[in-house]
Structures are given as C-alpha cells and as structure tokens.
C-alpha cells in the first residue's frame, strides 16, 4: 500500500529535550516536504527536499533542522524545542513539488511543556 | 509568498443540500488544488486543476477557476454526513505548495 508513515503519532516533552519525527515514504517520491498545522493558521512549510541531500528552507524554518540521506526518509529534527513548537505536524511526499498530488502523512501531534 | 485564502471560514448544512467554498489568491498560478481533511488527520488530496482549466469533475465534487479573478471554487453536491471535515485550497509557488486556512464544512443529518 501507498503511504508516507510518521514516528511518534503522538509526543509530550519538555523544553529543550532534543527529538526527532521520522517520515517515510514507500512510492519512492523524490519530493518530500514538513509542514506544520496550527489553528486559524492553515499548513505553513517548514522544509522541504528535492531529492537526496537537496534540502531548502519553507516559510517557518527557524527551530527545525532535517536530512534526506535516503531517498524514502525525511526526518524532522528539534534540536531545543520551545512551547511555540507545540503543534500538528505533517509530513508530505510527491513525484515533483508543486504540480502533483501531495501524499500526506497521519500527522504527529507534538506538546512541548 | 502567497496564499489561497478560503471563503466562507465555517459552513453548516443540512445532509443533501450543496457545499460551495471559495477560495482567493494573490498571483499567476500554474495550477490549483483541494484537499480534504477530517478532524486531525492527514489531508487527502481531492482534485486539480490546472491555469488553462475553467471546470473539471470529480464524482460530486466541481472545481472552476478563473484567473482573471485568481479565485477558485469547490461544489460538493449532495452532500453526506460523511462529507464533514476541513477543505483546503493550495496554489504552487514555485517548488511548493501554500495552503490557505481552510473551510469547516459540517454536513448534519
């Protein structure tokens, strides 16, 4: 089955606690991109990747870091979470960036105390 | 960057009734899609359509665009309970996609 997985569904952590939210994706997609969703806000794009070791900067990139060593995996890094950071987190894929459909994740639920 | 704004924020309706959103935006696009999400999921992408397109079809759903007016519409006709949930519009902006806000459709039975 097509799908893109995210790792945890759901996390509570404090301020300043290093953590990471795996993606996954098995249509081996070269396009894959983090979004965050708060109320009122809509999806805002934090990174996104072209392909393997291509990454670039989205609309709120400040606080997050990612990698794409394998073409399948996208994983988002906080280094130092802060309770701003506290929000619904997806995780996205397609054959090219803007002009495809968007496969999108289960979303990760994240509470930074 | 842009970003396709929704019209109206939140709609009700009564099951079987038509669901029209709106959605605006602020410069030339190369297409334009909908998304669909029910309460904290993933978004579903439900159609796109293209800057050379007025209308395209999708079972029960219709989206037109007018580009003259950068502004796009979703009608959902005969609508389900099942059909609540969250719509989004997105527009590409180079080598993304800007998503507006959304509009809460709630479909009551």
């Known amino acids: 089955e097509a799908q893109v997985t995210q790792n945890p569904r759901y996390l509570i952590t404090v301020t300043g606690k290093k953590l990471t939210v795996t993606c996954s994706q098995n249509?081996?997609?070269?396009?894959m991109s983090w979004y965050r969703q708060d109320p009122g806000l809509g999806l805002r794009q934090i990174y996104y990747?072209?392909?393997?070791?291509?990454?670039d900067k989205g609309d709120v990139p400040e606080g997050y870091k990612v990698s794409r060593k394998e073409k399948r995996n996208f994983p988002l890094i906080l280094e130092s979470p802060s309770p701003n950071q506290t929000s619904l987190y997806f995780c996205?894929?397609?054959?090219?960036?803007?002009?495809?459909?968007?496969?999108f994740g289960p979303g990760t639920r994240l509470t930074v105390l | 960057s842009q970003q396709g704004e929704e019209d109206p924020q939140a709609l009700s309706i009564q099951e079987g009734e038509n669901a029209t959103m709106n959605c605006s935006y602020k410069t030339s696009i190369n297409n334009l899609q909908w998304y669909r999400q029910n309460s904290g999921r993933g978004l579903v992408h439900l159609i796109l359509i293209r800057s050379n397109e007025r209308e395209k079809h999708s079972g029960r759903l219709r989206v037109t665009l007018d580009t003259s007016k950068k502004s796009s519409s979703l009608l959902i006709t005969a609508s389900r309970a099942a059909d609540t949930a969250s719509y989004f519009c997105a527009t590409d902006d180079g080598n993304k996609l800007v998503f507006g806000a959304g509009t809460i459709l709630r479909v009551k039975s």
């Open positions: 996205a894929s397609s054959l090219v960036p803007s002009t495809d459909t968007q496969y």
């Open positions: 249509m081996n997609h070269e396009y």
């Open positions: 990747s072209m392909n393997v070791e291509v990454t």
